[in-house]
T-cell receptor
Framework: EDQVTQSPEALRLQEGESSSLNCSYTVSGLRGLFWYRQDPGKGPEFLFTLYSAGEEKEKERLKATLTKKESFLHITAPKPEDSATYLCAVRGSGGSNYKLTFGKGTLLTVNP | DTGVSQNPRHKITKRGQNVTFRCDPISEHNRLYWYRQTLGQGPEFLTYFQNEAQLEKSRLLSDRFSAERPKGSFSTLEIQRTEQGDSAMYLC????????????FGSGTQLSVL
């Protein structure tokens, strides 16, 4: 069964203080690793998909990287509006070809 | 692109009552998913449709849960004889099948069972 573990559970940063969020995964045949952002009371908002080790994607202050066992979401010079829960999910080729298995998320708070 | 729409946003019900939620996906999307999320947890997969066919159901989906997607358009999720453990956010997502499939989520229906 696919498993996703995210750390830390919560992270407080000062505005401009760069950091990284970790997503460790176990999956049978990775068919995609996904990062989502979720604001309180809203559904997850798609950020990135990574498919193979070594792949990197960037969007504004966010950069996602992937290895064979984990993914990192790097946040450079964060702003208060980056405060949200960041969710990592995987899709594997064993069992279900369709479902995403999510981690519990990292709650990021950026103080001004 | 008006996004994925879910109704109602909030539902409060008494234990034992039946509830139904509706999801309107992005119009050109042929895949539709239901997930459930409780506080402090990530979303958990419930079921999946490709067009009108329900292709997969999670073990989490007991016999009290039923989902439909008539004519491959909107979808409904019904919970019969609700229990307090059913309290959660029910999320709908839609996507277009393809090698770089991305799921777009609605804002969810928050269910509270008293």
């Amino acid at each position: 069964e696919d498993q996703v573990t995210q750390s830390p559970e919560a992270l407080r940063l000062q505005e401009g203080e760069s950091s990284s969020l970790n997503c460790s995964y176990t999956v049978s045949g990775l068919r995609g690793l996904f990062w989502y952002r979720q604001d309180p009371g809203k559904g997850p908002e798609f950020l990135f998909t990574l498919y193979s080790a070594g792949e990197e994607k960037e969007k504004e202050r966010l950069k996602a990287t992937l290895t064979k066992k984990e993914s990192f979401l790097h946040i450079t010079a964060p702003k208060p509006e980056d405060s949200a829960t960041y969710l990592c999910a995987v899709r594997g080729s064993g069992g279900s070809n369709y479902k995403l298995t999510f981690g519990k998320g990292t709650l990021l708070t950026v103080n001004p | 692109d008006t996004g994925v729409s879910q109704n109602p946003r909030h539902k409060i019900t008494k234990r034992g009552q039946n509830v139904t939620f509706r999801c309107d996906p992005i119009s050109e999307h042929n895949r539709l998913y239901w997930y459930r999320q409780t506080l402090g947890q990530g979303p958990e997969f419930l079921t999946y449709f490709q067009n009108e066919a329900q292709l997969e159901k999670s073990r989490l989906l007991s016999d009290r849960f039923s989902a439909e997607r008539p004519k491959g358009s909107f979808s409904t999720l019904e919970i019969q004889r609700t229990e307090q453990g059913d309290s959660a956010m029910y999320l709908c997502a839609s996507s277009l099948a393809g090698p770089s499939e991305k799921l777009f989520f609605g804002s969810g229906t928050q269910l509270s069972v008293l």
